[in-house]
């Protein structure tokens, strides 16, 4: 069956997003960081234009969201089971296949054994019933983020991720490029190297470099004194810069301020970026984390979404559990 992954810019019907639900886990950020996600559900259903089906995985954290988002008509409160918020990479892929939308579920090992947590495999599973959506599931470990789509059949992705042996502990570059053919209609596959300092992720792509257009990747430029993601940077842009896609367009490489160094945990940098921003239906909205550089990242972002309103909206707090608004979230093509 041959399918294609549409572009994030392509129209969606509706937009999944995880709800922070377990306070074991988020500890005393979890009342800031569900704050956050009720605000990102707000933008997306207002100037984003989406439907948001928000889920949740706990009684106790439908009960929050539904506090505090109300009766907001564009928000769809969903009662599941999942270990986290991290749906990007728990839930499907959804494509076009001959009949139709199709949801690709894959293994999901916990990011290479770091965090296995109930109900993070089961995640596609859910998400593809409650959408109607046929599941398609393959045998081998793939998570979203580690992947981003041009609609046109290019996949670009990290080989520190996707050639991890915590994943796939065989594949070479030949065998990935086979199985994301198989399952996603990958026609090209992109790779850049390294991506994020302390990302537990092992460098997921939607961290690094994103495409913005049809033959056109933003990726980060350093931003401060001591940016711990200078040469991971610059190594990506000097790889996009001598690529095509699978429509045989020479790549234009547009740079966007990264956030700089944000603490983290134990002294080490967080895996803070810009390019956890996420595409909606008449918006983009950027994660911002208290940094001097978001205001020209929103900026730039503006110039490569023209027909877009481009939001920054604070998300410090989702950062503390690892990732930022495009992990946490899936959009369901129209």
């Not at 954290?61 to 728990?90: K, Y």
């Not at 080989?159 to 570059?173: A, H, I, M, T, Y």
């Amino acid at each position: 069956m041959t399918v294609t992954v549409p572009a994030e810019w392509a129209r969606h019907r509706a937009m999944w997003l995880g709800f922070p639900s377990h306070a074991e886990l988020w500890e005393d950020d979890l009342a800031a960081a569900q704050a956050e996600v009720a605000a990102l559900a707000r933008a997306l259903a207002g100037p984003g234009g989406e439907r948001v089906r928000l889920m949740t995985g706990t009684p106790q954290g439908a009960d929050e969201a539904r506090r505090l988002l109300g009766q907001a008509a564009e928000v769809e409160i969903v009662t599941g089971a999942f270990g986290d918020i991290w749906l990007r990479d728990t839930g499907p892929i959804f494509a076009q296949g001959p009949q139709g939308l199709v949801a690709q579920g894959f293994r999901f090992n916990g990011w290479g054994g770091k965090y296995q947590l109930p109900n993070d495999d089961t995640v596609a599973g859910q998400i593809a019933a409650a959408s109607g959506t046929p599941l398609n599931e393959f045998g081998f470990i793939l998570e979203g983020g580690a992947l981003d789509h041009d609609g046109d059949g290019t996949i670009l992705t990290t080989g520190q991720c996707l050639l991890n042996s915590n994943r796939n502990p065989d594949w070479s570059e030949a065998d990935a490029e086979a199985a994301l053919a198989q399952a996603l209609g990958a026609k090209k596959v992109l790779w850049l190297g390294e991506g994020l300092a302390n990302d537990h992720t092992d460098g997921h792509v939607d961290n690094l470099a994103r495409f913005v257009a049809p033959g056109v990747v933003a990726c980060p430029v350093a931003f401060g004194r001591g940016d711990p993601n200078a040469k991971a940077y610059d190594d990506a842009a000097r790889r996009l810069a001598g690529m095509t896609d699978a429509a045989g367009r020479r790549l234009s490489v547009m740079r966007i301020p990264s956030p700089g160094w944000i603490d983290g945990a134990d002294g080490k940098a967080a895996p803070a970026s810009h390019m956890n921003f996420l595409i909606a239906n008449g918006a983009v909205i950027v994660p911002l984390y208290e940094d001097r550089a978001g205001g020209f990242a929103v900026q730039a972002l503006e110039h490569l979404f023209p027909g877009r309103q481009v939001i920054g909206l604070p998300s410090s707090a989702i950062l503390t559990g690892g990732g930022s608004f495009h992990c946490i979230s899936q959009q369901e093509p129209a």
